[in-house]
């Protein structure tokens, strides 16, 4: 293998090209490197491949450190693409969305966007029926979230990707000069491993995650909802109206919220009788996960029967968002050309909960403040594989 590292400073996009250019699109035959390659507030964009010894290729844009690809092997040895997403960056930077990005600073919703840190109370960007969500994404003004930012790639091999973002202290509304890092490695057993890290210069507040979009069907005008889904988690944390967290943490036990044993998610999504379908317009819910930060055990798996293809989810993290694409409303189209309708995709973000900002002294509830001197570190793997 490769390990030649090639840092960000003085970095060529011409000599990563000629380096890595060659896997890109190799097997999708729908992406351009080209296509990746603009100026966007004043940082170049580019498409990296990663790849294993068995074929599987991740590729990722330093625009959101997005993944934009996941190809990987079905039953019948057909590479196919595991998440939505956008074809070029023109897409990625005019049309809104959360496609494969690297959400921060606090991923999820902060209650009214307000946050409050040794008695001095912080206004964060309201863009979601009053709530700050996902560090107040939104491509105007910039800069609000980093999954609309430019990172900058310090290092990479043929396998492995590290991008840094350095966020200034009120940014967003949020105290404190945070340098953050997200790397992907891809292991040669299918595994791709995503880790996060942050570092302040005040007290503030972190909770990174990945937001892609999963369909792992071939043909990705199929929604989702014949994908199995396990969730290793016997409780939720339910929402109101607005799709805030209460401060209540619920059993699924008897209750469509239960994917302690696989399910199809379509089998109870449509049960509006049942107040948090009703609100949530589907899945958009926190699990609180039975896993209690061991990435060693599985914390969800999502399984196509249509292509045999299934992913599975570790992570340190204490909860999981399960997002059903409920808004997905076929304004955009994917890679394949199709239309992104409702549920062609679905989301496995592993995160602290909802508004822990406002609710860490509640029983079960973690905290995400991060201060001076403390590393923050998240860590995901999506296992890739076939049945």
């Known amino acids: 293998m490769n390990s030649t590292k090639i840092f960000a400073k003085g970095l060529l996009f011409a000599a990563i090209a000629v380096a890595f250019g060659s896997c890109c699109g190799s097997n999708d035959g729908s992406l351009k490197q080209e296509d990746f390659q603009t100026t966007f507030l004043g940082q170049e964009t580019n498409l990296f491949t990663l790849t294993n010894k068995y074929g599987m290729e991740v590729k990722v844009t330093n625009f959101g450190a997005r993944i934009v690809a996941i190809l990987v092997p079905d039953k019948n040895g057909n590479m196919v693409d595991c998440v ?61 979230g980093w999954q609309n930012l430019v990172y900058t790639v310090k290092e990479m091999t043929e396998n492995s990707i590290t991008m840094e973002l350095n966020s200034p202290d009120g940014e967003a509304g949020f105290p404190g000069n945070v340098v953050a890092t997200v790397k992907y490695t ?103 996960l039975d896993t209690k930060g061991d990435d060693t055990e599985c914390a969800a798996k999502l399984y196509s029967p249509v292509s045999g293809i299934y992913v599975e989810v570790y992570t340190n993290e204490p909860g999981i968002q399960f997002y059903s694409g409920n808004f997905l409303d076929g304004s955009g189209r994917g890679k394949q050309g ?8 679905c989301c496995l973000e592993t995160q602290k909960f909802p508004d822990t900002p406002n609710k860490s002294d509640l029983p079960g509830w973690p905290s995400a403040l991060l201060s001076p001197g403390e590393v923050y570190y998240s860590h995901c793997i999506y296992q890739f594989g076939v049945e």
């Not at 009053?130 to 910039?142: A, R, S, V």
């Not at 969730?231 to 401060?247: E, I, K, Q, R, V």
């Not at 943490?249 to 239960?258: N, Q, S």
Request: aromatic content about 12%; charged content about 20%; glycine content about 8%.
């Open 84 to 144: 939505i997403g956008f074809k070029n960056i023109k897409d990625y930077t005019t049309q809104p969305s959360d496609f494969g990005s690297s959400v921060g600073r606090y991923a999820n919703r902060i209650n009214q966007g307000k946050i409050t840190i040794d008695g001095t109370e912080y206004q964060l960007p309201q863009n979601n029926f009053g709530h700050c969500l996902h560090g107040g994404c939104q491509l105007e003004p910039f800069p609000q």
């Open 186 to 288: 891809l292991y040669n057993n299918d595994a791709l491993d995503i880790r996060w890290t942050a570092t302040t210069d005040k007290k503030t507040f972190v909770n990174m995650t990945n937001h892609s979009y999963f369909n792992l069907n071939p043909d990705h005008s199929m929604p989702i909802t014949n994908h199995i889904l396990t969730l290793n988690a016997s409780n939720f944390t339910p929402c109101d109206d607005t799709y805030m967290t209460t401060g209540e943490i619920l059993p699924v036990a008897g209750t469509p919220m239960d994917f302690t044993k696989p399910k199809a998610i379509g089998q109870d999504i449509e049960k509006r009788e049942y107040a948090q379908l009703e609100y949530g317009n589907g899945y958009d819910h926190n699990w609180v």
């Open 338 to 345: 199709q239309k992104m309708k409702q549920r062609t995709g």
